[in-house]
């Protein structure tokens, strides 16, 4: 299976983006275009290691689950979370962050199919937008 990779700069704090990436409220905003909701699991709130979390989303137009277990975490500069059931063969998504003087590098890194690297990227803009909106929110 191929390996997709993303960065993404955002002008935000390292573990601002490392909270957002982690948070499950903030990933289902993040994924609307694929109407993707939490079912099961932890529902609210941030991922911790060994926290598991079911989602349902629609690709291929068809609704399908993926169940994802955090496996590692090194705040705030590493998580990474694999699949424990759904459609996939395997599936194993490595969220890295690298602290810059303006900001931060996110790195998303997906062994999967070729066709999930649109919402990758799409999740990652999304999350840009709201960390680098935070302060004229409030």
Same mark, same amino acid.
């Given at each position: 299976?191929?390996?997709?990779? =993303?960065?993404? &700069?955002? #002008?935000?704090?390292? *573990?601002?983006?490392?909270? %957002?990436? @982690?948070?499950?409220?903030? =990933? +289902?905003? +993040?994924?609307?275009?694929?109407?993707?909701?939490?079912?099961?699991?932890? /529902?609210?709130? %941030?991922? $911790?290691?060994?926290? +598991?979390?079911?989602?349902?989303?629609? =690709?291929?137009?068809?609704?399908? @689950?993926? /169940?994802?277990?955090?496996? *590692?975490? *090194?705040?705030?500069?590493?998580?990474?979370?694999?699949?424990?059931?759904?459609?996939?063969?395997? &599936?194993? =998504? +490595?969220?890295?962050?690298?602290?810059?003087?303006?900001?931060?590098?996110?790195?998303?890194? %997906?062994? %999967? $199919? #070729?066709?999930? @690297?649109?919402?990758?990227?799409?999740?990652? #803009? *999304?999350?840009?937008?709201?960390? $680098?909106?935070?302060?004229?929110?409030?």
């Amino acid at each position: 299976m191929p390996i997709i990779e =993303h960065q993404q &700069f955002i #002008k935000a704090p390292i *573990e601002v983006c490392f909270d %957002l990436a @982690r948070n499950v409220d903030i =990933h +289902t905003q +993040t994924t609307s275009k694929t109407k993707e909701k939490v079912v099961g699991g932890v /529902t609210e709130g %941030l991922l $911790e290691k060994g926290d +598991t979390v079911t989602w349902e989303a629609v =690709h291929f137009g068809i609704k399908q @689950r993926l /169940t994802a277990r955090v496996t *590692e975490m *090194e705040k705030p500069d590493k998580f990474i979370d694999i699949m424990v059931k759904g459609a996939f063969h395997s &599936f194993v =998504h +490595t969220h890295e962050f690298i602290e810059e003087a303006d900001g931060t590098i996110m790195i998303d890194k %997906l062994i %999967l $199919e #070729k066709y999930m @690297r649109t919402f990758i990227v799409s999740r990652a #803009k *999304e999350l840009k937008k709201i960390a $680098e909106n935070l302060d004229s929110l409030s």
